[in-house]
């Protein structure tokens, strides 16, 4: 039995949430094996495609672990996401997801700034118990993220 | 007494004036609007790679010292770079940051220019018939531009020194790559940060804030002797560092790099540094050249461009091996590039507002190690072109 549209919709949003929340481990256990994250780009300046983080699961784990090593900006990032298309081939087959989302900065202070805007197109597998993660390509609309962030979208 | 009163805070420290700088330089309006006139509008400025201008028509517009400038590869092959501001009312010619035209017509009054900067065609041009206004005078004012082993440099002053001179030899650091390569730019990206421009300028030449980062206390500080540094100041305020090495393995997910396909005369745990006066930097990382520049945009903020460049040609698995490598400690997502973001913010919040009255740049370790030197050839360029010692740069 394949997962429903909406066990699809709560999987992206807890992978909002536990990156919102640091909750790494829990963010990982929403990705399958072979997953693969990336964020990109589009450059007008280079009329060019870019990527700018890349990384199976492993390898996104690691980063994700050594997170709390690193100096980070202050405050945190709180993600807004809109779930917009769910498409499926068939019932087993995997789910292409379409969402906006927003991710803000709130710094010390309590005070909100735009750190990113952009889509996720997702790869879904609906096939299993619950459905994971296969692909995330955090879609950049924006280019300008200020100091950056050593959290992923 | 382990803390200070303000007497003994507000006391210059007990060292040589070239051994500390006044919070002043990074706040005051006035220095701010000089810095622009006696530096930023007199020196050569790195503005693209050539591989962005690769072929005929191509160009990209730019800012510097807060002139919009279009760079364009003319039908003849060379690069040109032109205020980008029509002649007639003072609009911007070229809007988009990079494309590929023949002609440029300005939005406004439809003025059109070719890629040799002449007007070519003006509407209605009867209308001037009673004045001394003809196209063939009205072309567009170009800057002094020249190439450096493909990169682009401008400068807005038509008599300043050849860039050769003004380089003095600091990318001869490069001297193994630059001329056996030929680079591609696979990355870009602009970041406009709460800072004073000295103030990120200064995290890339301060080599004692590696405490600062987890990759370069993993990797870095362990790999090779403080004595095989070499840091050389140069006569036009620019530095280069050699000798860093890093050990790749002792930080999770990063041993992969030892194993890497190098740039042509580099080894994977290869560092060199060239950072450029006034802020302008090159660096590689055996696998991978990063380019910085950083533009003052007020007093308390600053605009970052920086690049990753690759080998043009490479394979793609080579390729993909050199962004991932670029992004693991430089970019929007870098682990290093970030936490220097955030030094310079964090320094502003104190220097902006005057709290914090000094800096302390007197490390000496004969040129080696985490010696302060790049840090004072910096300074007493700074110095030497605004006519005033940055540890008292006001009268007050």
């Not at chain 2, 003095?168 to 591609?184: K, S, Y």
Request: proline share 5%; charged share 25%.
């Amino acid at each position: 039995m394949s997962a429903s549209n909406d066990a699809v919709r709560e999987l992206i949003y807890r992978s909002c949430r536990c990156l919102d929340t640091h909750d790494f481990d829990g963010y990982i256990a929403l990705c399958a094996p072979a997953f693969r994250y990336r964020i990109t780009v589009y450059s007008p300046e280079l009329r060019k495609e870019m990527i700018w983080l890349n990384h199976d699961r492993d390898r996104l784990a690691a980063l994700l672990a050594a997170v709390p090593r690193h100096l980070a900006r202050l405050g945190s990032l709180q993600r807004n996401a809109t779930v917009y298309t769910i498409e499926r081939d068939g019932t087993e087959g995997p789910a292409r997801v379409t969402s906006a989302f927003s991710v803000f900065n709130i710094d010390n202070e309590g005070r909100p700034s735009v750190f990113a805007v952009g889509h996720y197109h997702d790869t879904v597998d609906v096939g299993g118990e619950r459905p994971l993660l296969v692909a995330r390509n955090a879609r950049l609309a924006s280019r300008d993220l200020g100091i950056g962030s050593h959290v992923p979208i | 007494m382990p803390s200070r009163s303000a007497a003994t805070w507000e006391r210059p420290p007990p060292l040589p004036d070239g051994h500390y700088v006044s919070g002043r330089v990074y706040h005051d309006e006035q220095i701010f609007a000089e810095e622009r006139e006696h530096i930023f509008r007199k020196v050569w400025h790195f503005v693209c790679h050539e591989s962005e201008v690769a072929e005929a028509f191509d160009f990209r517009t730019v800012e510097r010292a807060d002139v919009p400038l279009l760079v364009v590869r003319g039908e003849d092959g060379h690069i040109r770079t032109f205020i980008n501001v029509c002649s007639h009312r003072g609009a911007r010619v070229a809007m988009e940051p990079g494309g590929n035209a023949r002609t440029f017509t300005c939005f406004y009054h439809h003025w059109t220019y070719d890629t040799e900067g002449s007007c070519v065609s003006m509407p209605r041009p009867e209308g001037y018939d009673h004045t001394p206004i003809r196209k063939e005078d009205m072309g567009l004012r170009e800057v002094k531009t020249d190439v450096k082993w493909g990169f682009v440099f401008v400068n807005l002053d038509d008599d300043c020194a050849p860039l050769d001179d003004f380089l003095g030899g600091a990318l001869d650091i490069f001297d193994r790559v630059l001329p056996n390569a030929e680079l591609e730019v696979f990355h870009y990206h602009r970041a406009e940060i709460d800072a004073n421009w000295k103030a990120y300028q200064e995290t890339i030449v301060d080599l004692y804030h590696e405490f600062m980062h987890v990759i370069l206390r993993d990797t870095q500080m362990p790999a090779a002797s403080m004595d095989d540094r070499e840091m050389r100041t140069y006569a036009n305020g620019h530095v280069t560092i050699a000798g860093l090495k890093a050990d790749y393995e002792k930080y999770v997910g990063w041993g992969h790099r030892d194993d890497s396909t190098c740039f042509p005369g580099l080894e994977p745990d290869d560092a060199r540094f060239a950072p450029l006066f006034p802020a302008q930097t090159f660096i590689t990382r055996g696998t991978v050249m990063r380019i910085d520049t950083v533009q003052p945009v007020t007093a308390h903020k600053c605009l970052i461009e920086s690049r990753g460049l690759g080998l043009k040609g490479e394979s793609p698995e080579d390729r993909m091996m050199r962004i991932d490598q670029h992004n693991e400690y430089w970019g929007p997502f870098g682990r290093n590039v970030t936490e220097d973001a955030f030094a310079a913010e964090g320094c502003e919040v104190s220097f902006g507002k005057g709290a914090a009255l000094r800096g302390i740049i007197a490390r000496d370790e004969g040129g080696k190690g985490q010696c302060d030197s790049g840090l004072r050839g910096f300074w007493a360029e700074w110095s030497r072109r605004m006519g005033r010692p940055a540890s008292h740069p006001t009268n007050d």
